[in-house]
Nanobody, 115 residues
Framework: QVQLRESGGGLVQAGGSLRLSCAAS????????MGWYRQAPGKQRELVAR???????TYVDSVKGRFTISRDTAKNTVYLQMNSLKPEDTAVYYC?????????WGQGTQVTVSS
């Protein structure tokens, strides 16, 4: 089994920054994709950013230039540096890991950006 533990959410003013972390433990394969999704009230969960074990990154257009995803493969940890935060970034952020065709999810961490 795989467990994902997130940290780093909170309340920040617009224009501020936060850094999310997610540590994976359990049966982690070398080839996988780790990423962050978010879900705002009344909206569907959406991909924010993801990074493959080969360090290929993908971002949703709305965060390009503001968010940076990175990973420490040795620690099975993925980070999301969020800068220039906007009120519309407010959501529950979920860490996700995909390996051998299966998805694993964290519990989620709340990010609230005040205007």
């Amino acid at each position: 089994q795989v467990q994902l533990r997130e940290s780093g959410g909170g309340l920040v003013q617009a224009g501020g920054s936060l850094r999310l972390s997610c540590a994976a433990s359990g049966s982690i394969f070398k080839i996988n994709i780790m990423g962050w999704y978010r879900q705002a009230p009344g909206k569907q969960r959406e991909l924010v950013a993801r990074v493959s074990s080969g360090s290929i990154t993908t971002y949703v257009d709305s965060v390009k230039g503001r968010f940076t995803i990175s990973r420490d493969t040795a620690k099975n940890t993925v980070y999301l540096q969020m800068n220039s935060l906007k009120p519309e970034d407010t959501a529950v952020y979920y860490c996700a890991l995909n390996q051998i065709g299966r998805d694993y999810w964290g519990q989620g961490t709340q990010v609230t950006v005040s205007s």
